[in-house]
């Protein structure tokens, strides 16, 4: 995986001060393959590729970062950037009622989609009206009026009878039902076939000239991996659409076509489908979707909130003796102190992959918690503090006295220390902390 990938590449980059033309090739060289791992698109990976090169030689030796968080964020910043940086929302018509025309393949989620934004815009206040314009199979108008009633929406549909009926038609009365019923936004359901073909594109073109769509959105299913390039540029040609909504994220695709999407069509993703049930819906966050593609968890939001709250000389310090583990508990109150500024510390370790057991350990630390903790370190004599060996049962109590808690909290400090000690250590091994790169094996 592209984790995996990264994580050695980054090892490779652990210790230098600087990145180097050649760090940067050989770095840019995993990250492509990776990529293509992933199902994102040749010429969208050049692409990528390109921008990262550029800006990664271009970049400032970061003072809070070390080389290799350095490339991560660039990386990641780029994924984001192409996206769509900020999320964009729907459109609304200035007078109502608001067409949303949903285009794509057949089973890429549209009638399911459909009942997920109508319920998504019901709750916002809205009072939407589908209207059910796939003609082509025989249970598709029922599929959308079971998914209609499940959102609590009412859905329009051609009387049944008579056989089968015109979309075109269909769609046009419609919106002509919404407006009678004041309906604010209509979400027209139209057919797809299993591969693009001309009579499908022809019939969404009519619909789209009918109903004057404010917005059409491509749905296309994350899992069609490379084909994701072709398809959507065949619904750009011929149906033209303003937006994506990617859906199945609940499988195992790495999202690569959502990159490819975005990046050959130039339209936004707003959406994103990730289950079956009408709540498994949320709008598209292109920073999750580039930490999706990189696997690299919230890793990403680690270094961010890392490059706020670290000073360089601290950061340094504290990476070198993470590495040796000679952490002291002088260190470790430091870092108790500089981690505080990140935020709540559950939060933080949380987002650390691997590091569910240090959570566990230090899942009750509140900010309450901390400044007894701190009052028990200062406590201690310098002596003890740089060497907790020694702290021995007379030591404890003494402690435990002079800072006013009980020996069992001054006992819980020091293993929960050396067990954080220990596992600062591996992660320091992992993910390349350690700037003098002691730690390697
Ligand atoms: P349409 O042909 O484009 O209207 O697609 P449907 O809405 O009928 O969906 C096709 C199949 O995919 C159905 O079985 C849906 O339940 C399923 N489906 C739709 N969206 C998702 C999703 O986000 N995740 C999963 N796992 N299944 C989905
Ligand atoms: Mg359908």
Known sequence: TLSDRLTSVLQNL??????????????????????????????????????????????????????????????????????????????????????????????????????????????????????????????????????????????????????????????????????????????????????????????????????????????????????????????????????????????????????????????????????EKLEDFDTFHPDRMASRILGMGDMLTLIEQAEQAFDQDQAEKAAAKLGTGQLTLEDFLEQMLAVRKMGPIGNLLGMLPGAGQMKDQLANVDDKHLDRLQAIIRGMTPAERADPKMINGSRRSRIAQGSGVSVREVNDLVNRFFEARKMMQQMAGRFGFGGGGSATK
């Open 14 to 275: 652990r210790g230098k001060g600087k990145l180097t033309d050649a760090d940067i090739d050989a770095t840019a060289r995993e990250i492509r393959i990776a990529l293509l791992e992933a199902d994102v698109a040749l010429p969208v990976v050049r692409e990528f590729i390109a921008h990262v090169k550029e800006r990664a030689k271009g970049a400032e030796v970061s003072e809070a970062l070390n080389p290799a968080q350095q490339v991560i964020k660039i990386v990641n910043e780029e994924l984001i950037g192409i996206l769509g940086g900020e999320t964009r929302r729907l459109s609304l018509a200035k007078t109502p009622p608001t067409v949303i025309m949903l285009a794509g393949l057949q089973g890429s989620g549209k009638t399911t989609l459909a009942g997920k934004l109508a319920m998504f815009l019901k709750k916002q206040g809205h009072a939407p009206l589908l209207v059910a314009c796939d003609l082509q199979r025989p249970n598709a108008v029922t599929q959308l009026q079971v998914v209609g009633e499940r959102a609590g929406v009412q859905t329009f549909a051609p009387e049944p009878g008579n056989g089968v009926g015109d979309p075109v038609d269909v769609a046009r009365r419609g919106i002509d039902e919404a407006k009678h019923a004041q309906h604010d936004i209509v979400i027209v359901d139209t057919a797809g076939r299993l591969g693009v073909d001309e009579e499908l594109m022809k019939q969404a073109a009519d619909i789209r000239d009918a109903v004057q769509p404010d917005e059409t959105l491509f749905v296309v299913d994350a899992m069609i991996g490379q084909d994701a390039v072709s398809t959507a540029e065949a619904f750009r040609d011929g149906v033209g659409f303003t937006g994506v909504v990617l859906t199945k994220l609940d499988g195992d695709a790495r999202g690569g076509a959502a990159l490819s999407v975005r990046e050959v069509t130039g339209q936004p993703i707003l959406f994103a489908s990730n289950g």
